[in-house]
């Protein structure tokens, strides 16, 4: 059994990892900007971060299990497994002759943005562990 620091823990694990790839497609939107007919990109991704939290606050056995009656039978798939981040086309920016439509300025906003809520992240992460860090300091002095 692993040790969990906190039910928040996964959650900033897996924001942590969808705001890279983000970070990512923007960046790669950036560098495409002078390919004709590229259109930018972006991840969504709140939905499966509000999924996963959802599923992090339910006690372990609250949920009902199929039962599978016959080992004929197709075993129910695992719903947390639908909840993923979509990407998508960004839309409403005015193609340019050659059909980029790749804003500099809205990206470069959105990569601030990006990098921000990362940042975000991290402190939250930090600020889980030294929570922690300090109780086993304090309980270190008692003995």
Do not use: C
């Amino acid at each position: 059994m692993a040790l969990s620091v906190s039910r928040t823990a996964p959650l900033i694990k897996e924001a942590l990892n969808y705001r890279s790839a983000r970070q990512d497609m923007i960046a790669s939107n950036i560098a495409n900007a002078d390919t004709p007919f590229y259109k930018p990109r972006d991840i969504r991704f709140e939905d499966a971060l509000a999924h996963k939290a959802a599923d992090l606050q339910r006690k372990p056995n609250s949920s009902l299990k199929l039962a599978q009656t016959d080992a004929n039978h197709i075993p129910l798939e695992n719903e947390k497994s639908s909840y993923k981040p979509t990407v998508y086309f960004r839309d409403g920016h005015m193609a340019r002759n050659d059909g980029n439509s790749v804003d500099i300025d809205v990206e470069t906003t959105e990569m601030s943005k990006n990098s921000i809520m990362f940042n975000a992240l991290i402190q939250a992460s930090k600020k889980v562990g030294a929570n922690y860090k300090s109780v086993i300091e304090a309980s270190q002095k008692v003995n």
